[in-house]
């Protein structure tokens, strides 16, 4: 099978019992499991395909008939189905390729999770309004007993965009999510929802710059390597830092770190974006940085100024740095993006411009990024929390950040339901 790395689609897969009780082998593509093959009974199956993703190659399967849609509904076989519509957008322009933050929970009219044929969400599938072109998804964190997060990525998006989401089809026998969560984030270089109990924070991107918890040159005992989930994030979880009692006037502590993106070619062209809240603020706690220290002459940096809870300092390839003003940041969520371009800097707190046309360049440098202190952790750490990090390449309008921030502090940005009942496996 080949496809276009840039679509996801539907697969239908026939298997029939041509040799008496065997059932016949898939690639993995169509499995839930790690091996390199699988076994599905005879009947018919549902899955969906990211090309670029799961099949490279031509790929030959004994006795298996599979068909590739690109017409007819995805929907059937759904007994659950609801409609979404973009309904908190407020910028002019019409946005391409636009994850999107789905809420779930029971507050929704007639939603339930006892709906759903895999208890981890595995047969939720998100198409257009038609129910004909599947949106590829990525499940952020799943609780039955409470609100879920997912991120689906809308090919446009305006106000009033509207898509639909089913679930409870007995036939989808993989995880949707597994096979179109890369694809979510294919304009990204690095994305970390933060939202593992502890240790390693994953990125959610195909690039695997997953960030390791680190102390640095701080060995003291009671700064553990390993770092726990805040309960009480932007979107979920998020991740906290602690601060060593033996160092609390230095700021020692731990933090994470990703291992170098240089091959990605970022250079200094590149977005960065995270929100952050602190408990305190020592000296100047390094947020986010990519420098042995302030003064060299490479990579890139952000960190407040010295004890200030309302200014962040924002560094280049310089020992320079200029402010950028920031809404209170102490037991308060923040959301900055800064814009690195060339050697124009830009930067927006809470959806907001803040500071623009500032000469700062930064360059790449061979280390990695570090999320709540500098890359050797010889610096001060951050004490408090960070949530949804995210790195690209490029550029972004100013409507497109405003809407990434309103669609995680506006809980009415999307429209639900109510549920209805679906095609049916009848059809």
């Given at each position: 099978l080949k496809g276009d790395p840039a679509k996801t689609y539907l697969v239908e897969l026939t298997a029939k019992d041509l040799d008496g009780g065997t059932n016949l082998p898939v690639k993995t593509v169509f499995c839930a499991g790690a091996s390199t093959t699988c076994c599905v009974p005879p009947g018919r199956h549902r899955f969906t395909w990211d090309a670029d993703a799961d099949i490279q190659t031509d790929g030959e399967f004994p006795r298996v008939a599979v068909s590739v849609s690109a017409t007819g509904s995805a929907l059937v076989g759904y007994a659950r189905q609801m409609a979404l519509t973009v309904d908190g957008y407020t910028g002019a322009e019409t946005l391409t390729n636009v994850p999107v933050l789905v809420r779930l929970s029971t507050a929704i009219d007639g939603f339930s999770y006892a709906?759903?044929?895999?208890?981890?969400?595995?047969?939720?599938?998100?198409?257009?309004?038609?129910?004909?072109?599947?949106?590829?998804?990525?499940?952020?964190?799943?609780?039955?007993?409470?609100?879920?997060?997912?991120?689906?990525?809308?090919?446009?998006?305006?106000?009033?965009?509207?898509?639909?989401?089913?679930?409870?089809?007995?036939?989808?026998?993989?995880?949707?999510?597994?096979?179109?969560?890369?694809?979510?984030?294919?304009?990204?270089a690095g994305v970390w929802h933060m939202n593992e109990d502890s240790g390693t924070a994953y990125d959610s991107t195909a690039h695997g710059l997953d960030a390791l918890p680190s102390f640095g040159t701080n060995t003291n005992v009671d700064v553990a390597s390993e770092m726990m989930a805040y309960e009480i994030g932007v979107c979920g979880r998020a991740r906290q830092n602690e601060i060593s009692e033996v160092n609390e006037t230095k700021g020692c502590g731990n933090y994470l770190l990703t291992p170098s993106y240089d091959a990605l070619g970022l250079g200094g062209r590149f977005v960065v974006s995270g929100w952050f809240r602190a408990e305190q603020v020592v000296n100047y706690p390094r947020m986010i940085s990519r420098k042995y220290e302030s003064s060299d002459k490479s990579g890139w940096e952000i960190h407040p100024r010295q004890n200030s809870s309302t200014n962040i300092s924002v560094r280049g390839a310089t020992g320079?740095?200029?402010?950028?003003?920031?809404?209170?940041?102490?037991?308060?969520?923040?959301?900055?993006?800064?814009?690195?371009?060339?050697?124009?800097?830009?930067?927006?707190?809470?959806?907001?411009?803040?500071?623009?046309?500032?000469?700062?360049?930064?360059?790449?440098?061979?280390?990695g990024l570090a999320f709540g202190c500098n890359p050797p952790g010889n610096e001060n750490t951050w004490c408090g929390q960070y949530d949804e990090?995210?790195?690209?390449?490029?550029?972004?309008?100013?409507?497109?950040?405003?809407?990434?921030?309103?669609?995680?502090?506006?809980?009415?940005?999307?429209?639900?339901?109510?549920?209805?009942?679906?095609?049916?496996?009848?059809?």
């Open positions: 709906d759903f044929v895999d208890a981890k969400g595995g047969d939720l599938i998100f198409t257009d309004e038609s129910g004909s072109i599947v949106y590829p998804h990525e499940i952020d964190e799943w609780h039955t007993d409470g609100e879920s997060f997912v991120w689906v990525k809308l090919p446009q998006m305006a106000n009033g965009t509207k898509f639909k989401m089913a679930y409870g089809n007995s036939q989808i026998i993989t995880h949707n999510s597994q096979l179109s969560s890369h694809e979510v984030w294919r304009d990204y320079g740095s200029v402010i950028c003003p920031t809404p209170e940041m102490k037991e308060a969520w923040v959301n900055i993006t800064a814009i690195y371009s060339d050697a124009v800097f830009s930067c927006f707190t809470n959806g907001v411009l803040s500071l623009t046309g500032e000469s700062v360049a930064a360059t790449d440098n061979g280390l990090i995210r790195l690209r390449g490029g550029s972004l309008s100013a409507d497109r950040i405003k809407a990434d921030y309103d669609m995680i502090v506006n809980r009415n940005f999307l429209r639900y339901g109510p549920v209805d009942n679906g095609k049916g496996e009848a059809e």
